[in-house]
């Protein structure tokens, strides 16, 4: 069956949720999530997941909607962030998530922002392919406000705006809870969305994508950015597979473990064939080599849960003789495992998201010079036309 592909980029204020709304999408924590409200998100952050034969790209973008900068000091930071995030998927998105968090105050540095980004994405961007995700759901009371649907329809000023603009094409994520049920229904939910968008896979694109994209190939031709990037996400799938290991059911664990395991030794081989002794992939294969040993390190630890699975069906066998202290013991052990295999997990994670976090900066700031180029004229005309429209709201009132 072939998989689907949904490339998403994030787009909000650093405090927003976006981050965490992120990790909800991809169903495990792998961006950084900042409360602050007065900074911009320098790094972009990339990751995938595999989700009902659905391969989810998500790309958190630099966070927007700064209240400390001048409106040219803001056009030129939301002009930089895009183009980071242009440059982490110059084949286009599937759609924009403009995420927006339940009871915030939206000032005029929200529509600057929006002026900005219809002004580099097109004033269509967000009719054809937005969809507004609305965080902080966990505070959501249907008793007092009713449905989400009904909640949406009530409101006015800029939020209105916002969903008409998004061709009221809303998502309530709750990002703190820890129903299953739940977090698959609001996934679902997006991704339903997002396929009546585009049912036939396209995504928006437009000149600062294709120059983007041109400036790739280019690089591809030089360097192995292919094979690099491949790699990485084959790696963040078997990362995502390693999680929440199961040492109730401990058989279809391992016999998880073993199929990620010969997964891992493919990616060995096709990054060291594709490496050449050149070196160029060494840091790839460093990554590879540390999943490797997650995995067998998983492995060992799951055949002591065997062991000690072992042990307690004895014990509890010998009625006559039952160790209520042998047992405490070997539940203890049993919790150890556990931690040790979330802890190494979490380790290779981190590894693993300052690779994308370098690999992404380090194409970004060779494409965001030539983007910039093309974008410094929008900048001048966004800042001309806030004011014109702030001072057409001055008149009127």
């Not at 034969?53 to 966070?63: E, N, S, T």
């Not at 286009?92 to 927006?100: P, T």
């Not at 983007?371 to 001048?380: D, F, G, N, R």
Request: proline share 1%; charged share 25%.
């Amino acid at each position: 069956m072939t998989r689907r592909n949904v490339d998403l980029l994030l787009i909000g204020r650093t405090g927003s949720g976006k981050s965490s709304t992120g990790n909800s999408i991809l169903k495990r924590n792998m961006f950084r999530s900042f409360t602050s409200t007065n900074s911009i998100t320098k790094l972009i952050e990339v990751n995938y997941a595999e989700y009902n034969d659905v391969i989810v790209k998500v790309v958190d973008g630099p966070g927007v909607f700064n209240t400390e900068l001048s409106e040219k000091e803001s056009v030129k930071e939301i002009n930089k962030a895009m183009a980071s995030a242009i440059a982490a998927s110059p084949k286009g998105y599937h759609a924009f998530l403009f995420v927006v968090k339940l009871g915030d105050m939206f000032t005029k540095e929200y529509e600057l922002t929006l002026y900005a980004l219809k002004d580099i994405f097109g004033v269509d961007f967000l009719k054809n392919y937005g969809v507004l995700i609305i965080s902080n759901g966990d505070n959501f009371d249907e008793n007092e406000s009713g449905s989400f649907e009904e909640w949406c329809a009530k409101q006015s000023g800029f939020f209105h705006n916002l969903l008409v603009d998004c061709g009221h094409r809303a998502v309530l994520f709750d990002n703190k809870t820890k129903d299953q049920q739940k977090k698959d229904q609001q996934l679902n939910k997006l991704l339903e969305i997002v396929q009546t968008l585009n049912p036939n896979g396209q995504r928006y694109t437009n000149e600062l994508f294709h120059l983007a994209k041109e400036e790739r190939a280019k690089m591809e031709e030089k360097s192995k950015l292919v094979t690099h990037g491949e790699s990485l996400k084959e790696a963040s799938f078997i990362i995502q597979k390693l999680d929440h290991p199961n040492l109730d059911d401990l058989d279809t664990t391992m016999n998880r473990l073993r199929e990620l395991q010969s997964r891992a030794e493919k990616l060995q081989s096709n990054v060291a064939y594709h490496d050449r002794c050149t070196g160029t992939l060494a840091v790839i294969a460093q990554h590879v080599n540390h999943i490797q040993e997650t995995i067998q390190d998983h492995i060992e630890c799951l055949e002591r849960a065997q062991d000690i699975h072992s042990d307690l069906l004895r014990l509890n066998a010998q009625k006559n003789n039952f160790n209520k202290k042998d047992v405490e013991v070997a539940e203890t052990e049993m919790a150890a495992l556990k931690k040790r295999m979330k802890k190494k997990l979490r380790a290779l994670e981190r590894e693993h998201m300052d690779i994308i976090r370098k690999t992404v900066s380090v194409f970004a700031a060779m494409v965001e010079a030539k983007l910039l180029k093309m974008m410094v004229p929008a900048a001048t005309l966004v800042v001309v036309g806030a004011a014109i429209v702030g001072f057409i709201v001055f008149f009127k009132s």
